[in-house]
């Protein structure tokens, strides 16, 4: 049997692919598993504005289409960059096991949040962070800043900005998790939908692929997915709107935690649904409908027209 897997060149996602690569060569020894190399939009074009991204998947449109059109079996991805609805003919095959889902405050001499001086430029180039960044901290300013987890932190060291926001799960996977000054956890911060997780699509009517991908699916993973891309789905959201979410799934049951903003992070919206993880999916739908009845549709729908 051979897979290939399509991925980006990153550093990040090659560590992805890489682990996918790992778990499917344990539960399939005689498998020949191949990486190919897609450069993205997101990748070829740094002036593009990451709230884009939720609408138009440029970090993971070329990948799918490598999928979709026979030159890949398996799209890796991170699932926080993924659309909420695949384009025809994919699907969802499987997630691997999640890394800790918040964000991190990686500051440039050490200061924690609380610590930094009125005025700090703090990088990121999420609608979320910086939404939940001005609730918790409105005296900053906050900067744009694009590249990969390895570009970020040298444009920080070179005085770009005094602090960097950034997923936890990136910097721990590449070996830099003694670069994190601060674990950003709930209440204040929630993490982006399906941050955390590596996400592995497929063609819909591959059904060896959908089987292979299967079996090195991550059970808690999976549900948490499920309920926090339902939930996002039903706000009609993007992976860069200013929606926070955290699911857990433990043993047989799942609560999901959501929040959704202002970007100036003065008006905000929170809640929670939990159950059984077989309802996953309709837990992160409810939930949805919850808060899109208390205004949350048009939060982001004001945050987008910023």
């Known amino acids: 049997m051979r897979i290939v897997l399509a991925t980006r060149g990153s550093p990040l996602a090659l560590w992805?692919?890489?682990?996918?690569?790992?778990?499917?060569?344990?539960?399939?020894?005689?498998?020949?598993?191949?990486?190919?190399?897609?450069?993205?939009t997101g990748d070829d074009d740094a002036r593009l504005d990451l709230a884009s991204i939720g609408r138009t998947g440029v970090f993971t449109a070329e990948i799918d289409r490598a999928v979709r059109e026979g030159a890949a079996d398996v799209g890796v991805h991170s699932l926080k960059d993924m659309t909420t609805t695949l384009d025809e003919g994919l699907v969802l095959g499987g997630t691997l096991a999640r890394a800790a889902a918040e964000d991190a405050l990686v500051s440039r001499t050490g200061e924690r949040l609380a610590a930094l001086r009125a005025?700090?430029?703090?990088?990121?180039?999420?609608?979320?962070?910086?939404?939940?960044?001005?609730?918790?901290?409105?005296?900053?300013?906050?900067?744009?800043?694009?590249?990969?987890?390895?570009?970020r932190l040298e444009?920080?060291?070179?005085?770009?900005a005094d602090a960097l926001l950034v997923a936890c799960a990136g910097l721990v996977r590449l070996g830099l998790g003694h670069r994190i000054t601060e674990v950003l956890a709930a209440p204040a911060f929630l993490p982006a939908v399906g941050q955390g997780i590596v996400g592995l699509t497929c063609r819909a009517d591959d059904q060896r692929t959908v089987a292979t991908l299967a079996s090195i699916s991550d059970r808690e993973a999976w549900a948490e997915a499920l309920a926090e891309r339902a939930l996002l789905r039903g706000l009609h959201g993007g992976c860069n709107a200013?929606?926070?979410?955290?699911?857990?799934?433990?043993?047989?049951?799942?609560?999901?935690?959501?929040?959704?903003?202002?970007?100036?992070?003065?008006?905000?919206?929170?809640?929670d649904r939990s159950g059984s993880i077989g309802e996953a999916e309709r837990i992160g739908t409810r939930l949805a409908e919850d808060l899109a009845a208390r205004g949350a549709k048009q939060l982001i729908e004001a945050a987008r027209a910023r």
């Open 119 to 151: 005025g700090a430029r703090v990088a990121t180039g999420s609608v979320r962070r910086i939404a939940m960044l001005k609730r918790a901290r409105p005296d900053l300013e906050v900067v744009g800043m694009r590249g990969n987890v390895d570009t």
């Open 16 to 40: 992805q692919a890489e682990e996918a690569r790992r778990l499917l060569g344990v539960a399939h020894p005689t498998a020949e598993i191949e990486l190919s190399i897609v450069r993205s």
């Open 242 to 271: 200013p929606v926070g979410a955290r699911a857990r799934a433990v043993e047989n049951g799942i609560s999901i935690r959501a929040c959704v903003l202002s970007l100036d992070g003065t008006q905000h919206l929170e809640g």
């Open 155 to 160: 444009k920080l060291a070179r005085g770009e």
